[in-house]
């Protein structure tokens, strides 16, 4: 597409239930990012794709998220069980760079805003 | 030590003015170094990265890199009102890492 995507814009769950969140990347973007941004903070790393493998996860903050890849494409992470502490704006963001010297320049999502009640 | 550090400001200039923004390092194996500038809101987008020691610029945007000192700036010329957002410095060697960013209030 001519942009990342990402789904829902919105979610509002109760604490304790699971949610997905989809991110569609820049059409042959080979790497693929997840990010979290809690109210008034910093973006916090989470996961990076290249491809469909994970060589960095070491973001994700328990082993209730997880991430996975398909087709070079469509991502999803999902967050189990879920916390009040949760609560932030999800990012996904993409890369036609395959990471390591490259430039590595992202282009965003619009962002998945999570409230866990 | 975090890995990038900016401060978080608000960092208040008057329109017209030289904003100058700053961000350090930890790990000496970076290679490219990134700004981003996010409105309240939005998502980050790409002002401009640089590679290599010295001054690069861009319009009104002048990156500057200094691998020794561990050091990238950004500053901002004839700052305009519109200029008022976050601006996030990143860092990549393996992976994109983000500063917490700092808050730039460009004032009439």
């Known amino acids: 597409g001519a942009g990342v995507s990402q789904s829902p814009s919105n979610k509002v769950t109760e604490k304790g239930k699971d949610v997905e969140l989809r991110c569609d990347p820049i059409?042959?973007?080979?790497?693929l990012y997840w990010y979290r941004q809690r109210l008034g903070q910093g973006l916090e790393f989470l996961i990076y794709?290249?491809?469909?493998?994970?060589?960095?996860k070491s973001g994700l903050p328990s082993d209730r998220f997880s991430a996975e890849r398909t087709g070079e494409s469509v991502s999803t992470l999902t967050i189990q069980r879920t916390q009040q502490e949760d609560s932030a704006v999800y990012l996904c963001?993409?890369?036609?760079?395959?990471?390591?010297?490259?430039?590595?320049?992202?282009?965003f999502g619009a962002g998945s805003r999570l409230t866990v009640l | 030590q975090k890995e990038v550090e900016q401060n978080s400001g608000p960092l208040s200039v008057p329109e017209g003015a030289i904003a100058s923004l700053n961000c350090t390092y930890s790990d000496r194996g970076s290679q490219s170094f990134f700004w981003y500038r996010q409105y309240s809101g939005k998502s980050p987008e790409l002002i401009m990265f640089i590679y290599s020691n010295g001054d690069k610029e861009d319009g009104r945007f002048t990156a500057q890199l200094n691998k020794a000192s561990q050091y990238v700036s950004l500053l901002i010329r004839d700052s305009q009102p519109s200029d008022s957002a976050t601006y996030l410095c990143?860092?990549?060697?393996?992976?994109?890492?983000f500063g917490t960013g700092t808050q730039l209030k460009v004032e009439l």
């Open positions: 794709f290249q491809g469909n493998s994970a060589p960095d």
């Open positions: 059409s042959g973007h080979t790497a």
């Open positions: 990143a860092v990549n060697r393996y992976k994109l890492t």
């Open positions: 963001a993409s890369s036609s760079e395959t990471g390591g010297s490259g430039a590595n320049v992202l282009t």
